[in-house]
C-alpha cells in the first residue's frame, strides 16, 4: 500500500515535496523486497524495504506527477503490483520506446488547488539555488494557479525569465546577474493569483515575510564551465569498431554478417587510436567506450577484472597510447564500469561459491541458498573456462530455474554485487582511482539505476573528492529525477523517449512534450542540464536511421533538435554516417570505414549540428526557454550574455507561417 504522510518540511517550517510510505505484507521465505517504479526504472536495487512485524516499508519524497509503482522480491523479476491499491496504471518502456509496456500501481500526486498551500524553495537544494556560471539561479514551484513570480534580492526586483509548465505545477526561474550578489544574497518571492498577491520567504507564505539570507560562497554550482558541459560524446562499442591488431584477435570470431550475429568482431584499442582522426574530425571531446575490461563475453558487461585489459582488445600499453594521443586532439576518455553485478567468472565470485559461508566474498553477493557440494565442484570447472555454455547446461540439469543468487535480470553470468557490504565499496572506489590514475576523464556506470541509493552516492562523492574534473555519467532508463544528486550526469534516455515518443512514434502530444521538457529542465540546476548525456542511440537501442525508417528531413530535425536543447551532445558511432541495425546484437555491426559507404547528408548534418554548437555559447551553456507556436512549431530560445540562437522545428509534415511568432515561414524540419 501507500500512504500519504504529508509534505516534508525544512528550514523555517515551509514544505516541500509529498513523502510517500510504501508499504506491503513481507512474503514467508522473502528475504528481500525492492520498491521499483517508474522512478527506478522498474529495475530493483535502488530502494529496498526495510522489515518491521510481518511488514516491509521504505518512504520517498515525491514531486507532484503521476506515478507507477510495484515490488520485487529476492531474484524474481516479476513486479507484483500493489495488493491494497486497486487502481493501476500502463506506463511506456522508455528505452525500448512501447507505449503500454509496465504495468504498475497508480500513484498520483496533486498540489493543492490553494495557490499559498503549493509553494516551494529550497535554498539548501541545488535545482532551487545555483551558481551557473556569471548568474545565479533561483526557482520557485507553485500550483498552476499562479501568475506571477517577483524575487525581491538585494532590495532589486527580477521578474522570471523563465516559466515552466509541466501539467502538475509551474516552475518560476530567475537569475541575477552575479555581480549583483556580492557577497551574500538577502530575498524573498512576491506572488500573484488570481484575486490576491502575498509574499514567501524563510518561514513561507505570509505578509512581511522573513527573507531568505544566504552567505554567496555556499551557493554550489560552477563560476567557469567544466569541460564536461555542454560537451560531444562519441560512444565506441570497442569490439565492433577497427581492428587493428590482428595479433589479439579472439580465437574464434562471429561471421561479418547482416544482421550481425552475437560474438566477437576483433575490434581493438589501437583500433580506435588509429581512428582518432576521425573522432576529432566529427567535433567530439571525448570518447566513451563500451567495457575494456577482461570478460567472459565480446559485450564485457560480465567483468573478471577491474584492473586490467582484456586481451582481445589488447595490452595496458595500447591504453595508455590511447589515453595519451586522445589527450594530444583534446579526447578524453570515458570508462564503462559495471557496478550493480559483476562476472561469474570473476575471482571474487569463484572463491565464494568454492568456499561459500567461510569466503571472505561469500558476503560480496546475495545468495539466497546455498547450493550443494557436488553442483558447486562441477560449476567451477566451468566458471574457471568461462565457458557459459556447458554452465547453462548443468544449471538446466540440476532443474535451477533462475540462479541461486540475486543477478542482472537473472542472468547466470552476471550476479549482482551486494552494495550493503562496505568492503564492495571501498574495492570500486580504489579501482576507480586506479583508472583516474592511468588518465581516464570518468565513468559511465552501468545499470545505476539497479544501485542502492546510499551506496551510489557514496562512491559519487569518493570519485568528486578525488578529482572534480572527472565525470561521473549514469545509465538511468527512466523517469530519472531522483537519481540526480548521485552523479554528474545520466543517460538522457528520457530525453530521447520524449522526442521520438513524440516526434517518431506519436504518442506524445507536441504540447505534452513541451511540458516534459520543461518539467526535465526544472528539476536540474542549469549547470547540471548542460551536462546530461543526450542521445539519439546507444548500443541497447535500434540504430535511429531505423527508427525513423530512413526519413533523413526526420532525422536531421531530430539531430538539430537534440544538439539545441541543453545538454552534451552523444553520438553513438556510426550514426554519423548512417549506419543500419535492428535490436541488439544487429546494432553493433562493424563501423564502415569505406568512405563512400557513408550517407554524406547525415555525416553533414551532424557536422553542422556539432558546429554551431562549438561556435555558440549560448548552445553549449545557455539558459534555454521553449514554446509551441500555432501547436505545430517548437521554439526554443537558447541565450547566455550577448550570444542568442533560436531553433524553429516543425513538428508536422506541411509548410507552417509562424509569422505571428517569428516573422518566418517554416517548412517541415528545422530552420
Known amino acids: 500500500m501507500f500512504r500519504l504522510l504529508g509534505r516534508r518540511f525544512i528550514n523555517g517550517g515551509r514544505a516541500r515535496g509529498f513523502l510517500v510510505e510504501f508499504s506491503r505484507e513481507w512474503p514467508e521465505n522473502a528475504r528481500r523486497i525492492y520498491l521499483v517504479g517508474n522512478f527506478t526504472s522498474w529495475f530493483p536495487g535502488f530502494k529496498r524495504l526495510v522489515k518491521k512485524g510481518g511488514r516491509g516499508f521504505t518512504v520517498l519524497e515525491l514531486f507532484p506527477g503521476l506515478y507507477g509503482y510495484g515490488f520485487v522480491v529476492d531474484n524474481d523479476f516479476t513486479i507484483l503490483l500493489d495488493p491494497e491499491n486497486p487502481e493501476t496504471i500502463l506506463l511506456p518502456n522508455i528505452v525500448t520506446l512501447k507505449e503500454k509496456a509496465f504495468r504498475g500501481s497508480r500513484l498520483e500526486l496533486k498540489p493543492s488547488t490553494d495557490p499559498r498551500d503549493y509553494v516551494v524553495h529550497d535554498e539548501n537544494d541545488e535545482a532551487f539555488l545555483h551558481r551557473h ?93 567544466s569541460w564536461y558541459m555542454g560537451t560531444v560524446y562519441y560512444h565506441v562499442f570497442v569490439d565492433s569498431f577497427y581492428n587493428a591488431d590482428r595479433s589479439n584477435d579472439p580465437p574464434v570470431k562471429a561471421p561479418e554478417t547482416v544482421p550481425r550475429s552475437y560474438g566477437y568482431l576483433g575490434g581493438d584499442l589501437k583500433g580506435v587510436a588509429v581512428k582518432l582522426d576521425h573522432i576529432a574530425g566529427l567535433g567530439a571531446e571525448a570518447i566513451y567506450l563500451t567495457p575494456i575490461f577482461p570478460a567472459g563475453s565480446y559485450h564485457r558487461y560480465d567483468v573478471k577484472d577491474y584492473l586490467s585489459v582484456d586481451p582481445y582488445l589488447g595490452s595496458m ?23 550493480h553485478h559483476m562476472g561469474v567468472c570473476h575471482e571474487f565470485f569463484r572463491d565464494a561459491l568454492i568456499k561459500q559461508e567461510k569466503s571472505e566474498y561469500w558476503d560480496w553477493f546475495v545468495f539466497l541458498e546455498t547450493p550443494s557440494g557436488d553442483f558447486v565442484k562441477e560449476a567451477v570447472k566451468f566458471i574457471e573456462e568461462c565457458n557459459y555454455q556447458g554452465l547453462r547446461n548443468l544449471v538446466s540439469r540440476a532443474g535451477y530455474g533462475k540462479p541461486f543468487y540475486e543477478a542482472f535480470y537473472t542472468v547466470w553470468a552476471m550476479p549482482r554485487i551486494n552494495h550493503e557490504n562496505p568492503e564492495t565499496l571501498k574495492y570500486f572506489i580504489n579501482v576507480a582511482e586506479e583508472w583516474v590514475g592511468k588518465g581516464v576523464g570518468g565513468f559511465r556506470i552501468d545499470v545505476a539505476h539497479g544501485i542502492m541509493d546510499t551506496w551510489l552516492q557514496a562512491f559519487y562523492k569518493a570519485g568528486k573528492n578525488n578529482s572534480k574534473d572527472v565525470v561521473i555519467i549514469g545509465e538511468v532508463c527512466d523517469y530519472p529525477f531522483l537519481y540526480r544528486e548521485y552523479m554528474d550526469s545520466y543517460m538522457n534516455y528520457w530525453l530521447r523517449y520524449i522526442l521520438l515518443g513524440t516526434l517518431v512514434k506519436g504518442f506524445l502530444s507536441p504540447r505534452e512534450m513541451v511540458e516534459k521538457i520543461g518539467e526535465a529542465l526544472a528539476s536540474h540546476p542549469v549547470y547540471q542540464a548542460t551536462m546530461l548525456y543526450n542521445l539519439l ?65 547525415v555525416y553533414a548534418a551532424y557536422l553542422e549540428a556539432i558546429e554551431l554548437r562549438k561556435k555558440h555559447p549560448a548552445v553549449r551553456y545557455g539558459f534555454t526557454r521553449i514554446r509551441l507556436c500555432n501547436d505545430r512549431v517548437l521554439v526554443v530560445e537558447r541565450w547566455l550574455q550577448g550570444d542568442r540562437v533560436t531553433g524553429l522545428f516543425n513538428l508536422s509534415k506541411e509548410e507552417v507561417d509562424v509569422s505571428d511568432c517569428m516573422g518566418k515561414t517554416v517548412g517541415r524540419g528545422l530552420r
Open 537 to 601: 542511440g546507444s548500443h541497447d537501442t535500434p540504430r535511429i536511421i531505423e527508427l525513423v525508417n530512413k526519413d533523413k528531413t526526420l532525422l536531421k530535425l531530430l539531430i538539430n533538435l537534440l544538439n539545441i536543447l541543453p545538454g552534451s551532445l552523444a553520438v553513438y558511432y556510426g550514426d554519423e554516417i548512417g549506419l543500419e541495425g535492428g535490436h541488439d546484437p544487429d546494432n553493433r555491426r562493424l563501423m564502415k570505414w569505406d568512405r563512400g559507404e557513408w550517407d554524406e547528408e
Open 133 to 225: 556560471l556569471d548568474y545565479y539561479v533561483l526557482r520557485l514551484r507553485t500550483s498552476t494557479k499562479v501568475l506571477k513570480s517577483v524575487l525581491i534580492a538585494n532590495d532589486e526586483e527580477y521578474g522570471a525569465s523563465v516559466v515552466y509548465e509541466t501539467g502538475f505545477e509551474k516552475v518560476f526561474e530567475h537569475h541575477i546577474p552575479a555581480e549583483k550578489v556580492g557577497r551574500a544574497l538577502t530575498y524573498y518571492f512576491m506572488l500573484e493569483a488570481p484575486g490576491e498577491v502575498f509574499s514567501y520567504g524563510f518561514n513561507g507564505v505570509g505578509e512581511r515575510v522573513q527573507p531568505f539570507q544566504v552567505y554567496a560562497g555556499d551557493v554550489k554550482g560552477f563560476e567557469t564551465p
Open 317 to 339: 600499453e595500447d591504453f595508455h597510447e590511447l589515453v595519451e594521443k586522445a589527450g594530444e586532439k583534446g579526447l578524453k576518455i570515458v570508462l564503462d564500469i559495471t557496478l
